[in-house]
């Protein structure tokens, strides 16, 4: 009987260079798992595979070595412990996340769970080349948001309250980029200089700044065979709504213009990045 390689990868199932041997990538959102899960993934890597697994630079877990004749019984055991396979292919795949602010003292946003509602509104959706999404929950960027194609990186968007503020000069000192001075016994940002990271918020002793989170977009990177950092085309993005009216709007750009085996940012290079900015910006104002 003939084997659908393409639809074995399409469904996790990436060929080896062993004969009829598979590396099973499963669906990991946000470099999360259950410890469910992982007993499932041991006891499958040890039953069908060579006992190990293999982490992956995108938070994926693969467990290598699977037969072909095997895959029905590995899914099968799978989903008894709450594990499905991952995608290949020209789809949407697994979205990155850091912990941002359920564990993170500088984390912006619940980054885990904006990538899952972004991994429950387009996982392995057929588009003409890979899309990846990745969360970071702040400016410190440990999950690199500027390499890929939609990028979300948490943010604060903070204003200065006079009352309780005393004038130690914390915030000050504590601001990296340089937004905020005191003059005239008054508190204040310069907002072209202002990155949102909320150090100013978070250092200060008298709870002197209001805070809301945010989000900052960048679009088109890939560090992939060619190197090319995501753009920031919008402004603060400053609720969930709007970020994924945005998201939509993205991922509905490159399925309309990309040609198959093109990756967002050369889409863009070759029908301007104005037109993505025009599509998005449109989404960001509603």
């Not at 999360?32 to 595979?49: H, K, M, P």
């Not at 500027?146 to 968007?157: M, T």
């Not at 949102?196 to 709870?207: K, L």
């Not at 991922?251 to 290079?269: H, I, S, W």
Request: charged fraction near 25%; aromatic fraction near 8%.
């Amino acid at each position: 009987m003939a084997v659908d390689y393409a639809a074995l990868k399409a469904g996790g199932f990436m060929r080896q260079k062993q004969k009829d041997t598979f590396s099973l990538r499963l669906r990991v959102v946000g470099g999360t798992v259950t410890t469910e899960q992982l007993a499932a993934i041991q006891a499958v890597a040890d039953r069908f595979g060579q006992g190990y697994i293999h982490l992956t630079s995108r938070q994926g877990v693969e467990i290598p070595f699977i037969r072909l004749n095997d895959i029905d019984a590995v899914k099968a055991a799978l989903a008894e412990g709450g594990v499905s396979p991952g995608v290949c292919g020209p789809r949407v795949r697994t979205v990155t996340a850091c912990q941002g602010g359920r564990c993170c003292p500088s984390g912006c946003i619940d980054a885990l769970q904006v990538a899952q509602n972004l991994d429950e509104r387009y996982f392995g959706r057929q588009l003409p080349h890979k899309f990846k999404f990745g969360v970071t929950g702040c400016q410190n960027n440990c999950l690199k948001a500027e390499e890929n194609d939609f990028g979300v990186k948490g943010a604060l968007a903070v204003s200065w309250k006079e009352e309780p503020c005393i004038l130690c000069g914390v915030c000050e000192k504590a601001c990296r980029s340089g937004a905020i001075s005191i003059e005239d016994g008054r508190i204040q940002v310069d907002e072209s200089k202002c990155n949102y990271c909320g150090r100013c918020a978070q250092s200060c002793p008298t709870d002197a700044w209001e805070t809301e989170s945010a989000f900052l977009v960048s679009f088109g990177g890939s560090f992939g065979n060619t190197v090319a950092p995501g753009r920031q085309l919008l402004p603060l993005i400053r609720d969930s709504e709007t970020l994924y009216r945005v998201a939509d709007a993205a991922v509905e750009f490159f399925a309309e213009n990309a040609q198959p085996g093109e990756r967002l940012f050369k889409t863009l290079d070759r029908v301007g990045w104005d037109k993505l900015k025009e599509k998005v910006e449109a989404a960001y104002n509603g």
